[in-house]
């Protein structure tokens, strides 16, 4: 599963320089994980020239068995017994008048825990997009209601992957709402005031000469999940280099 967390971490860093390209003064939210599980679902049924760019794209190096370095993945995310609720949900969506491979409708039950459920865009687009945002909206408990604008599929839609992951968890060290204060923050362009959480207690730190920034772990109850946030020193140029 190395060769696929490296791969992963590539790719996500890739879709990061892609997705502030447009505008670098934006903030961007995304879930790599999400993103890249999806395409090598995709990536399973291509052949040819189409296999090779999606594999160029996944950073994939071509070592070892990358739908099991999946599998192992995925089972590991979506295990239970942990302090935290993390969850990622694989489903495909198809046109039910079409005839799927059964050997790629079992592939991605087996690898990426997904189902193929059959449905009629043709006949009624707007019910095939209304049920797939009620099933992003259940596995996501709400955050997520929307997955599908209008327009985003049609009559001539033959399938669609969807992704939905989920983590909720409470930090190692509670912060306190009463400490939560107006403070300074900075942009590229201006600096504004906003509501920041305040916490004393001992963190691990570090710090990247590259950069440069400082670098703080949270850590989530059971220190199993943490949140890493790099904070870059003052007159830090923010964009997105290639």
């Known amino acids: 599963m190395d060769d696929l967390c490296e791969a992963n971490g590539s790719f996500a860093i890739n879709l990061l320089k892609m997705l502030g390209q447009e505008d670098s003064s ?34 994939l ?14 089972t ?14 694989n489903r495909l ?11 790629f409708r079992e592939s991605c039950e087996k690898f990426y825990q ?19 945002n009620d099933w992003v909206t259940e596995k996501t408990e709400g955050k997520i209601s929307e997955i599908l604008g209008p327009g985003t599929v049609d009559p001539l839609t033959k399938l669609v992957l ?10 190692n060290e509670q912060f306190d709402r009463k400490h939560t204060r107006g403070m300074p923050f900075k942009t590229n362009q201006e600096k504004k005031t906003v509501q920041m959480m305040f916490k004393q207690a001992k963190f691990r730190m570090g710090y990247v000469d590259e950069v440069p920034m400082q670098v ?14 790099l904070l870059p020193d003052d007159n830090t140029d923010l964009a997105v280099n290639e």
């Open 216 to 229: 703080l772990e949270l850590p989530y109850a059971g220190k199993e999940m943490c949140l890493v946030v």
């Open 26 to 59: 934006r903030n961007v939210f995304c879930s790599p994980l999400s993103i890249s599980s999806a395409l090598a679902m995709v990536f399973m049924g291509a052949k040819g020239n189409t296999a090779t760019q999606m594999s160029q794209a996944l950073c």
């Open 114 to 132: 997904a189902q193929l459920e059959e449905l009629s865009f043709a006949e009624d687009t707007e019910e095939c997009r209304r049920h797939i």
């Open 162 to 171: 969807v992704n939905a992951i989920y983590f909720k968890g409470k930090w």
């Open 76 to 89: 590991e995310v979506n295990r239970s017994g942990s302090q935290y609720v993390l969850r990622t949900a």
């Open 61 to 74: 190096n071509g070592s070892g068995d990358i739908h099991q370095g999946f599998q192992a993945l995925l």
């Open 93 to 103: 969506f198809g046109e039910k008048t079409c005839d799927f491979f059964p050997a």
